[in-house]
């Protein structure tokens, strides 16, 4: 059954793919969006308005970042761009040599950190003016795929299955490098709200929850989801393209190519519930900073070839209190 009605769909969406959508940290109303028609926007919710966007990349904008009093974006042109925090003006803060996959940005230490194809991390005083030399220049063994910060740890997830959790006031090495316990490759990382480990997801219908050394008691695990069983009786897999984590009670939602939204309780290792209904692939999720709304891109990601798909769309869910809470949870 559609849980679909009591959301709504922001007017003015992108006319391609979405690759991201972030929601401010300090501001529950302002989203930011990028996209492969090569346009970064920001959203009003509350509004259901379009405030600003500009064209400024030359090619797909695949990583978009807020920061402190600006926000961020980087693509396929190689390019690190900064929009002012009154979205009137762009600037160049670096460039890599090959195409910008993930952009994250530590809030603490006011550095962006910028991920790429050309296997490189890269971290960026996002104080300074344009064309910065990088702080710091990270070779890594493979291409980043994805990354996330939490507080002081930036997890890393690159090609090839590997994983790598930096502090980011001691990037000389990694804190930990694990190999994924999953099989196939991974498509997101997300750091957990209290740093004690991260959740990964693959191409091939599964989550892991891996607990970082130290953690006392927790014990990493797996599970399937975002599958299907067909009418001849197969089980259809899809990629699980999204994780987010909510800020207040620490549950957290998956998307997948199947076009459903699942909400799990990492503790209790429970499914709490389902939002089915988007009529495409679910390519970004992101709650708002107090978890009142979830922001859900519905956008074909082209697990089947070039084909006819439905439109582009931005849900914005409404969350209820009781919505995300862990079950058994009083406070």
Request: aromatic share 10%.
């Amino acid at each position: 059954m559609s849980n679909i009605q009591r959301q709504y769909e922001l007017l003015q969406p992108p006319s391609d793919g979405i690759s991201q959508v972030a929601f401010h940290a300090a501001d529950d109303v302002q989203l930011l969006v990028g996209s492969w028609d090569q346009l970064v926007r920001v959203y009003d919710i509350e509004a259901n308005q379009l405030l600003a966007s500009h064209h400024d990349h030359k090619a797909a904008v695949l990583g978009v970042a807020y920061g402190n009093d600006c926000a961020f974006s980087g693509g396929l042109d190689r390019r690190v761009l900064s929009w002012d925090g009154g979205y009137t003006r762009t600037r160049e803060i670096g460039r890599h040599d090959g195409e910008v996959s993930a952009l994250e940005f530590a809030f603490a230490h006011n550095i962006l950190f910028s991920g790429s194809w050309d296997r490189t991390l890269r971290a960026w005083d996002a104080r300074l003016e344009a064309h910065a030399v990088a702080l710091r220049t990270l070779d890594m063994d493979e291409r980043i795929y994805s990354m996330s910060v939490q507080g002081d740890l930036l997890a890393v997830a690159l090609a090839g299955r590997r994983l790598l959790i930096y502090d980011v006031r001691k990037l000389e090495s990694p804190l930990e490098a694990r190999e994924s316990s999953l099989k196939y490759p991974t498509r997101c990382v997300q750091m957990m709200p209290d740093c004690a480990g991260f959740v990964s997801s693959s191409v091939e219908g599964r989550v892991a929850v891996e607990y970082l050394s130290g953690a006392a008691g927790k014990q990493n695990y797996a599970f399937k989801c975002h599958r299907q069983l067909a009418s001849d009786g197969v089980d259809m897999v899809y990629p699980v393209n999204a994780v987010a984590f909510h800020p207040v009670h620490h549950t957290f939602v998956t998307g997948g190519s199947d076009g459903v939204v699942s909400l799990w309780d990492p503790e209790n290792k429970k499914r709490l519930k389902q939002y089915q209904g988007y009529a495409a692939s679910i390519s970004s999720l992101s709650f708002n900073a107090s978890g009142s709304a979830l922001a859900v891109a519905s956008s074909y990601t082209y697990e089947e070839g070039e084909k006819d798909h439905p439109p582009d769309a931005i849900w914005i869910k409404p969350i209820s209190e009781t919505e995300t809470k862990p079950k058994g949870r009083k406070d």
